[in-house]
């Protein structure tokens, strides 16, 4: 028995994504972040947090999205999604799954700013102009140093799942056509059949009212 505690286009998404290119039999259980779901004893008792995901895997019960990920790659190791320690990949592999929550970060902090809060005035510009400068830097850090169709030179890993999650959400903070190798890459990520798998699994989100959030309507 495999079960997924999901919310659309959260953390959990990685989770999914992996287990659709895993090819698992998994069940999804839905949940909503702005309904009080995910503070009910019940599901904090899963992820102690109240945040998702949370992985039901037989009798382990997981969560922390990077933590799930490496450990079903270690489960299901025969697709090689998971350069094993002391290989030539390894140390590039762990610097992508930790560079994936340098990006997670600033896109969680301008959710709070320009998403979350109730009352938008309460938001401070200067905040959200510098976190939104810091992702544009993050970004264009990797941009300006990508070399392989993929994070890895070998291919496709859960390096891939972590780090391009990002991309789901700093687009409505930033224009991908600033980063035309990021955004070829993350065209080929979209293609595959695995990816398209898990977003027809996703459900529909509920954190994005619009499309885009323009830094320029941020006041001074």
């Known amino acids: 028995m495999i079960r997924l505690h999901h919310v659309p286009l959260a953390r959990s998404f990685r989770v999914l994504w992996l287990m659709e290119e895993l090819g698992l039999d998994f069940e999804v259980v839905p949940y909503s972040i702005r309904d009080g779901s995910l503070r009910r004893p019940e599901f904090k008792a899963l992820s102690p947090a109240g945040r998702v995901p949370a992985l039901e895997y037989g ?11 490496q450990w079903l790659c270690e489960q299901h190791p025969e697709p090689g999604l998971h350069p094993a320690p002391g290989t030539a990949e390894r140390a590039r592999y762990l610097e992508f799954i930790a560079y994936s929550e340098t990006i997670g970060c600033l896109v969680e902090n301008l959710n709070l700013n320009r998403v979350f809060l109730r009352d938008p005035a309460d938001a401070s510009p200067v905040v959200i102009k510098l976190l939104t400068a810091r992702l544009r830097a993050a970004l264009g850090a990797m941009e300006a140093r990508w070399q392989h169709d993929h994070c890895l030179a070998s291919g496709f890993s859960a390096a891939d799942i972590m780090f391009s999650y990002g991309f789901e959400l700093a687009r409505y903070y930033v224009r991908f056509d600033e980063f035309p190798r990021l955004s070829a890459y993350w065209d080929r990520l979209k293609a595959r059949p695995g990816y398209q798998r898990a977003k027809a699994r996703d459900g529909e989100q509920d954190l994005y009212d619009r499309d885009f959030y323009p830094l320029e309507e941020v006041g001074t």
């Open 59 to 69: 009798d382990e019960v997981l969560f922390e999205s990077g933590a799930i990920l």
